[in-house]
């Protein structure tokens, strides 16, 4: 009884291991797909701003 408890908590600590780091990459992509579109609409408005400068 005891030995099967603790090969199935043994079974779900190594399928933790491997999905935490999935989901942390995942988290990741998502964050920086968001800063650099962030970004992308900062120098869009600042490109905006200079075409209305030199116009």
Do not use: H
Not at 12 to 35: G, Q, S
């Amino acid at each position: 009884m005891q030995g099967d408890t603790l090969f199935i908590l043994l079974r779900i600590l190594t399928l933790c291991l491997y999905i935490v780091p999935i989901v942390l990459i995942i988290w990741f992509a998502i964050k920086l797909l968001k800063v650099q579109q962030e970004k992308i609409k900062i120098l869009r408005t600042i490109s905006d701003k200079l075409d209305k400068f030199n116009n």
